[in-house]
């Protein structure tokens, strides 16, 4: 069962994580997290014949990761949710036609690991069923030529820019089990303050965590000293100074916080300009680094706010702004 | 949150880090100066080996082109440009790469709708206003010819 109060859902009966695995490319092996990830694939077209197969080989080895560290097969997980970056979420639809699940494609941009664990654990902990799976991923060169321009074309990046990572994050969510366990979800309002530099995203999206972030401290009555540590998304070096920045201007401060897009890379030494991003930057950071830390008890409760920038190429070409999003889960190592 | 639009712009315009605009100078002075004398030298040595002036100098922007096509085909241009910004971006070899990049990219999409289509994608525009500039400035020089020569 569960409790709405506010904006948060929090869960009576809370749902557990048993199984996580993420799978990085080459660019994620060089980072500081390299040793953290259940699996690298420096061939980063997985053997496949374009980007777009390569991201779903991704996300399927992610899948069989989790699965089988969670001691289950494809026929247990009751719910699939799943996203990506590509147009019309087709990396997932591609993994999924090959597994028989139900399964709801979702876009929430960089906030895609923390919507599909939102909705899994609201699934598994209503009661809906017993096993939800959430699974994310990014894929550089697939989304370089989506949002930028081709691989070969010689362009210089802004310092602002961030960089799309390589990686699939999945996660499976289940009525019974141990640590770590989801606590409550935030889902977030969308906030827009009128940034349309594609190329600043963090900027763009900062507001929304900022959002989500006050509206689950007024729910829940809690402060950022409760925990262990608090994570962003990509927000990126631009967009974490931000967020810190306008939570200093509401009268809260993060002693705490990391935002998983300066964790994933070494921003100066790989010359990934304000760091990284995509939906597979924060499922990574997540499956690689938060959920072990939380499972083996170093740190008991996180909190994991994914941020997203909600344009197309399209609406960027069109002058529009940039819309943020971000969506919070309490991940905890007691019930 | 009490922030609004406009305070938001400005602490976004303090917190992004600017282009280091010296450094980015030096690296395209150097990268496209080069470039350019790298032309100078294929020139001189056609007209050495016996070729007209036109002549030398339409081959000169022939091999450029495909030392361009052939370093980006490498990827070897698009890492020299993230350094040398407009060094590599300017010269006739930024066109190149600027066609031979989509064309490369775009493969997987199909001969007709891929290559064919997106070879021009990031060039067409060059084209399209280049060639809009050069007819504007032809009727003005006609007009100037009529009027002032």
Redesign the interface.
């Known amino acids: 069962m569960s409790l709405k109060k506010g904006d948060t859902i929090f869960f009576e009966n809370c749902p557990s994580i048993t199984g996580f695995a993420t799978v990085g490319g080459k660019k994620e092996s060089e980072g500081p997290l390299a040793e953290e990830f259940d699996c690298i694939c420096v061939d980063t077209r997985m053997g496949e014949?374009?980007w777009e197969k390569a991201e779903s080989a991704y996300q399927r080895s992610a899948v069989e990761k989790a699965l089988n560290k969670a001691g289950i097969t494809l026929g247990d997980i009751d719910y699939l949710f799943a996203g990506d970056l590509q147009n019309q979420c087709t990396a997932s639809a591609y993994t999924v036609r090959d597994l028989d699940v139900q399964f709801a494609g979702l876009y929430g941009a960089c906030s895609t690991m923390a919507e599909s664990l939102s909705l899994a654990s609201s699934f598994v902990g209503s009661g809906i069923c017993n096993r939800a799976m959430a699974l994310t991923s990014s894929h550089f060169c697939a989304a370089e030529?989506t949002f930028r321009?081709?691989?070969?074309?010689?362009?210089?990046?802004?310092?602002?820019a961030q960089w799309t990572v390589t990686a699939a994050g999945a996660v499976v969510v289940s009525a019974q089990g141990g640590a770590p366990y989801v606590k409550s979800v935030t889902l977030g309002h969308i906030?827009d303050?009128?940034?349309i530099d594609i190329n600043?995203m963090g900027?763009a999206m900062a507001?929304a965590a900022?959002?989500t972030i006050?509206r689950y401290f007024a729910d829940s009555g809690k402060k950022p000293i409760d925990f262990d540590h608090i994570y962003t998304g990509d927000l990126g070096?631009?967009g974490s100074?931000?967020l810190q920045?306008?939570l200093k201007?509401?009268g809260v401060t993060l002693p705490n916080y990391s935002d998983c897009g300066m964790l994933i890379y070494d921003r100066l030494r790989q010359?990934v300009g304000?760091g990284g991003s995509g939906c597979g930057c924060s499922a990574a950071v997540l499956c690689a680094h938060i959920l072990p830390e939380v499972q083996s008890g170093v740190m008991k409760n996180v909190l994991f706010v994914a941020t997203g920038a909600l344009m197309s190429p399209v609406t960027f070409m069109q002058g529009e702004s940039i819309p943020g999003i971000a969506h919070l889960v309490h991940i905890s190592s007691q019930k | 949150m009490k922030l609004t639009k406009e305070e938001y712009q400005q602490m976004t315009t303090e917190a992004s880090p600017k282009s280091q605009v010296v450094r980015d100078c030096i690296w395209a002075f150097c990268v496209g100066g080069g470039i350019c004398l790298l032309g100078e030298v294929l020139k001189y040595f056609y007209c050495k080996w016996g070729l007209t002036l036109t002549d030398a100098g339409t081959l000169t922007s022939a091999t450029l082109i495909a030392l361009s096509a052939i370093c980006t085909m490498f990827g070897w241009y698009q890492k020299l440009a993230t350094k040398a910004g407009a060094g590599t971006l300017v010269p006739i070899t930024g066109f190149a790469n600027a066609v031979v990049s989509p064309a490369i990219e775009f493969k997987t999409e199909g001969y007709i709708t891929g290559v064919g289509a997106k070879m021009f994608v990031i060039a067409g525009p060059v084209i399209v206003y280049g060639m809009l500039a050069s007819v504007a400035w032809g009727i003005i020089w006609y007009f100037w010819r009529i009027l002032f020569a």
């Open positions: 014949e374009c030529r321009t081709p691989l070969e074309y010689g362009g210089q990046r802004t310092p602002t906030r303050f009128g940034i600043n900027a507001p900022a959002e006050l070096l631009v100074t931000l920045e306008i201007q509401e010359d304000a």
